[in-house]
């Protein structure tokens, strides 16, 4: 099962970093799934930041920068998977 959380607003192709806006919670350890046209990944968060900080968990509202294991695109879907 899945929930939409946010999507891609950009993407740091030399640095393999994804700007993500978020419309739900995330936290270290959770499982997500990129989604687009073109994209369709699943990997777990291990790290992200805001403004270089690192955190462990976001809140809706928040814009964070997560490293990304596959090419994402701006507008690309972002869902948490459950089990």
Sequence with gaps: MEKQIGRVTHYF????????????AMRLGDEI?????????TQYVNSMEIEHKKIEAAAPGME?????????RQGDEV???FE
Aim: glycine share 4%; no cysteine; aromatic share 12%.
């Design 13 to 24: 192709t030399k640095l393999n970093v994804a700007v993500l806006e978020l419309t739900d």
């Design 33 to 41: 799934h990129f989604l687009g046209r073109i994209t369709d990944f």
């Design 64 to 72: 964070v920068a997560l490293k990304v294991e596959d090419y994402v």
């Design 79 to 81: 869902f948490k998977v």
